[in-house]
């Protein structure tokens, strides 16, 4: 179906998928440099996506992350390690793998839990490097099945999307 004008059916649908989000106030109030509350960037990334604009809500998302990110790295001693889970560009897996990972993120917004934000290697490292940590250590599907997969039997493998990072405060 073609829409011109609001799409109110497109709106409704959109309201109904964005998952319920709790955060403490100490949390949600605490300002970013020039940004507003965690509060305010999170209601702004809903806006956008519900007015039918995800590109804006996935740019919130990274906003929120890069400002978690900061806050977690400004708070922490010297030496601290962060460690973290993302997933790549769903454009860079192929056959299979392009099947499972679109079929889990499909069930995920399903579930009110949709993946918004994707990020290449060099952008979570980018992320990671302004907020202030160092010592980043990529961490992916080969490393994680050599690692702790490699003397299983019985065929078990780790997903291609599997992607980790570690960062040190420096």
């Not at 073609?2 to 955060?23: A, H, L, S, T």
């Not at 809903?46 to 990110?69: D, E, F, N, T």
Request: hydrophobic share 45%.
């Amino acid at each position: 179906m073609i829409v011109i004008g609001i799409d109110i059916n497109g709106i409704f649908r959109r309201w109904r998928e964005v998952p319920p989000i709790f955060m403490p106030s100490p949390v949600s109030n605490k300002q970013g440099e020039e940004k507003g509350s965690l509060n305010d960037l999170l209601d702004n990334a809903v806006r956008a996506y519900v007015c039918g604009a995800p590109a804006a809500a996935i740019a919130m998302c990274r906003a929120v992350l890069k400002m978690v990110v900061k806050d977690r790295a400004s708070g922490a001693a010297p030496g601290s390690e962060m460690v973290m889970q993302y997933v790549v560009p769903l454009a860079t897996f192929a056959g299979d793998e392009a099947a499972l990972v679109k079929g889990l993120a499909a069930r995920a917004s399903r579930y009110q839990e949709p993946w918004l934000s994707f990020y290449e290697p060099a952008e979570m490292e980018r992320v990671l490097v302004d907020a202030g940590f160092g010592d980043i250590v990529h961490f992916g599907t080969e490393e994680a099945l050599e690692r702790y997969l490699r003397s299983r039997t019985d065929g078990l493998r780790l997903p291609a999307y599997f992607q980790m990072i570690k960062a040190r405060t420096i």
